[in-house]
T-cell receptor, first 113, second 114 residues
Framework: TQLLEQSPQFLSIQEGENLTVYCNSS?????LQWYRQEPGEGPVLLVT?????EVKKLKRLTFQFGDARKDSSLHITAAQPGDTGLYLC?????????????FGQGTTLQVKP | NAGVTQTPKFQVLKTGQSMTLQCAQD?????MSWYRQDPGMGLRLIHY???????DQGEVPNGYNVSRSTTEDFPLRLLSAAPSQTSVYFC?????????????FGPGTRLTVL
């Protein structure tokens, strides 16, 4: 069974601080995705990383895929209250066309003004 | 486009009752799936479909049935609800092919089984 372990589960920081969320597995994934979820809504895709070692940036968010494609990280620079939410990593099971995802437990981020 | 819609938004059932959670998408996506979200456990795949007439089980299929008679609709049926099925249910859709893994989620149905 493929598992994704996400850490930390909860994070409460002050506006302007930096943070990193980790997503680790013993399994290899063809690609890995990061979602953000607001209360009462469904997850929204932020980014997909496909190649080992790949780094993608989305404004103040930096996503990295591990060289062995077993882990990923999300780094937020100078966090803002608008970054508050639940962040989920998800690994694509099997080939990239299966559409089946395995999710981590999620990281609840609270950014205080 | 409305995207992925789910009804109802909230539902309370008694143990043993049955109900159907509705999911529809207007993006002509071939792939549709159902997940449940429980505290501290992320989202877990219940059932999925790669096209009309084709369904398969996910990680936690027991207690749930699905069918896919049209491209647009993918209902989830609970035949005899149990308290363990209290959860938030999300439907998702995606286009098959290069973009299969970009899934679009509905707003969710919050189900409580007493």
């Amino acid at each position: 069974t493929q598992l994704l372990e996400q850490s930390p589960q909860f994070l409460s920081i002050q506006e302007g601080e930096n943070l990193t969320v980790y997503c680790n597995s013993s399994s290899v994934f063809s690609s890995l995705q990061w979602y953000r979820q607001e209360p009462g809504e469904g997850p929204v895709l932020l980014v997909t990383v496909v190649t080992g070692g790949e780094v993608k940036k989305l404004k103040r968010l930096t996503f990295q895929f591990g060289d062995a494609r077993k882990d990923s990280s999300l780094h937020i620079t100078a966090a803002q209250p608008g970054d508050t939410g639940l962040y989920l990593c998800a690994g694509v099971v099997g080939s990239s066309n299966t559409g089946k995802l395995i999710f981590g437990q999620g990281t609840t981020l609270q950014v205080k003004p | 486009n409305a995207g992925v819609t789910q009804t109802p938004k909230f539902q309370v059932l008694k143990t043993g009752q049955s109900m159907t959670l509705q999911c529809a998408q207007d993006m002509n996506h071939e792939y549709m799936s159902w997940y449940r979200q429980d505290p501290g456990m992320g989202l877990r795949l219940i059932h999925y479909s790669v096209g009309a007439g084709i369904t398969d089980q996910g990680e936690v299929p027991n207690g749930y049935n699905v069918s896919r008679s049209t491209t647009e609709d993918f209902p989830l049926r609970l035949l005899s609800a149990a308290p363990s099925q209290t959860s938030v249910y999300f439907c998702a859709s995606a286009r098959r092919g290069r973009n299969t893994d970009t899934q679009y989620f509905g707003p969710g149905t919050r189900l409580t089984v007493l």
